[in-house]
């Protein structure tokens, strides 16, 4: 610790000097009332009817009818000697208890370094693990598909013989398909860009963060509506558009496509 600069310790010992020329004699001594130059530099801080209030419990709590020099055996206040006045009773609150102030001090630095559980995990290894062991289930299953089923390349293309239907790769006959029930413009351009311009949307109209699906109703149920009303158009063009992309039922003339 600090050493307490001389100009302080001297304006201390003033001030005790200016407390106790105050009360009227001097440097206190030890005594029976007195209890030193201790008790009379704490005369000099707390009140007289507090210090008589604290006499008072100190002796109700050694037996009740013990006397004290601010406690007379019989429960009565005796006066302070100084004071002018007698001590106010003694102040008690629930059950009997005896109220007491408190010091307020300043409340000092806390940092709190327990560590909080959070709901995230590192990419490596939880994410990048499943999907690496996802790669290679996928690259097994199609080493296998392809050398057990047999894929064959069909004949070259005849630009003078237009095959009937002609149809595009599955992936673009939901295209085809509303080509035949719009004009080109609305079908090509319109409808699929309302559809993209959504999609894009979607994270922006909502923004709830919760990862379960039970949460995000709104943004399953828009998801579920695109890709639905494009596999519906896939399917009706696959297996339901025969010669001249005219209507058609599979059971009743056959299937016109091929993978």
């Known amino acids: 610790m600090t050493e307490i600069p001389e100009h302080l310790l001297k304006r201390a010992q003033e001030a005790k000097a200016k407390a106790a020329a105050k009360k009227g004699g001097g440097p206190p001594s030890g005594g029976a009332d007195g209890g030193g130059a201790a008790g009379g530099d704490d005369a000099g801080k707390i009140p007289a009817h507090l210090l008589a209030r604290s006499e008072a419990a100190r002796g109700a709590s050694e037996g009740g009818g013990v006397a004290t020099a601010e406690?007379?055996?019989?429960?009565?206040?005796?006066?302070?000697?100084?004071?002018?006045?007698?001590?106010?009773?003694?102040?008690?609150?629930?059950?009997?208890?005896?109220?007491?102030?408190?010091?307020?001090?300043?409340a000092g630095s806390i940092q709190d370094v327990k560590a909080k559980p959070v709901d995230k995990v590192h990419t490596w290894p939880h994410l990048l693990v499943?999907?690496?062991?996802?790669?290679?289930?996928?690259?097994?299953?199609?080493?296998?598909?392809?050398?057990?089923?047999?894929?064959?390349?069909?004949?070259?293309?005849?630009?003078?013989?237009?095959?009937?239907?002609?149809?595009?790769?599955?992936?673009?006959?939901?295209?085809?398909?509303?080509?035949?029930?719009?004009?080109?413009m609305v079908a090509g351009v319109t409808i699929p860009g309302m559809g993209i311009f959504g999609l894009m949307l979607a994270p922006y109209t909502d923004r709830n963060p919760s990862a379960r699906p039970e949460d995000r109703k709104f943004a399953i149920a828009l998801f579920t509506l695109f890709v639905m009303f494009w596999a519906v158009l896939v399917i009706i063009g696959s297996f339901f558009r025969g010669p001249g992309f005219n209507f058609t039922f599979p059971w009743n003339d056959g299937v016109f496509f091929d993978l």
Do not use: D, I
Request: proline share 11%; net charge positive.
């Open 71 to 106: 406690r007379p055996a019989g429960g009565a206040v005796a006066t302070m000697p100084g004071a002018g006045a007698q001590a106010p009773p003694l102040a008690t609150g629930p059950e009997g208890h005896t109220q007491r102030l408190l010091t307020v001090v300043k």
């Open 130 to 184: 499943g999907e690496f062991v996802a790669c290679l289930a996928m690259t097994a299953f199609l080493l296998v598909f392809s050398a057990v089923v047999n894929a064959p390349l069909l004949s070259l293309a005849n630009f003078n013989l237009t095959p009937n239907p002609s149809k595009a790769p599955w992936y673009f006959l939901g295209l085809q398909e509303l080509l035949t029930m719009f004009h080109p």
